[in-house]
């Protein structure tokens, strides 16, 4: 890169804003024991202010050499315990939270100037539940995971087109076709962290961590953090 491109560069960074937010009032005094009650809540403020996505979030993971990886994926769903997501176990997502089930999650929703940040362990659903959400998934979506092509090289776009036809009519006579190396794992709600931006930068941070005494979850206890 040139002296002139990276002056290019920083001067297009330098001049770059935050969008104007229109910051929902957050007391966190007020704010449920439960913190999936408030992502909850948050993604519905998302949802009713027109965020493109709001269910779209980073997902992070490591891989075996302790090398850190991250994408943009959806949420699948979300329950008392984890947060769910879904992919192919042998994608690179895949290999990565079966092999290292750790996991951190960024859901980020500007116009609001909001973030919820997870962080926990990781395990895969039962055949029943995944069965379930591989159902919610559309046509396409499920023929795309029958093929099982997800991250791996594209060599042949005529291969591709007539095997995700012989998928669509596989789902045509059996509904209930689930993909065999579809997955769906659930992200541990151990800890999670709420950060809502304010105009005059008194940002507020709270993070719920889940609290086990002899071995069982019993709650959560919340802290206030510099922002």
């Known amino acids: 890169m040139s002296t002139g491109t990276r002056d290019d560069l920083r001067n297009l960074l330098g001049n770059l804003t935050w969008p104007r937010t229109v910051a929902p009032r957050f007391d966190p005094d007020t704010a449920p024991d439960d913190p999936v009650q408030l992502f909850v809540a948050w993604l519905g403020d998302a949802a009713a ?11 992070a993971t490591v891989d075996a050499a302790g090398r850190p990886d991250a994408r943009t994926t959806l949420l699948e769903d979300v329950d008392e315990s984890a947060f769910w997501v879904s ?24 116009l609001l100037g909001r973030q919820v940040r997870v962080r926990g362990t990781v395990r895969p659903a039962d055949e029943v539940r995944t069965a379930e959400a591989f159902g919610r998934l559309s046509p396409e979506a499920r023929a795309d ?10 060599h042949d776009e005529e ?9 669509g009519d596989l789902l045509r006579l059996e509904p209930g076709a689930v993909a065999p190396t579809w997955r769906l794992w659930g992200v541990d709600a151990g800890r999670l962290e709420f950060f809502q931006s304010a105009a005059d930068g008194h940002h507020l941070r709270l993070r719920y961590s889940r609290r086990v005494d002899e071995g069982n979850a019993c709650g959560y206890v919340t802290e206030m953090l510099k922002p």
Request: charged content about 15%.
């Open 49 to 59: 202010a027109g965020v493109p996505a709001p269910h779209a979030m980073t997902l």
């Open 145 to 154: 995971a029958l093929v099982d092509r997800q991250s791996g090289p594209l």
């Open 159 to 167: 291969w591709l087109s007539d095997a995700l036809g012989d998928a």
């Open 87 to 110: 992919g192919s176990t042998t994608s690179p997502k895949g290999k990565q939270l079966s092999r290292v089930p750790v996991a951190a999650l960024v859901f980020h929703w500007p």
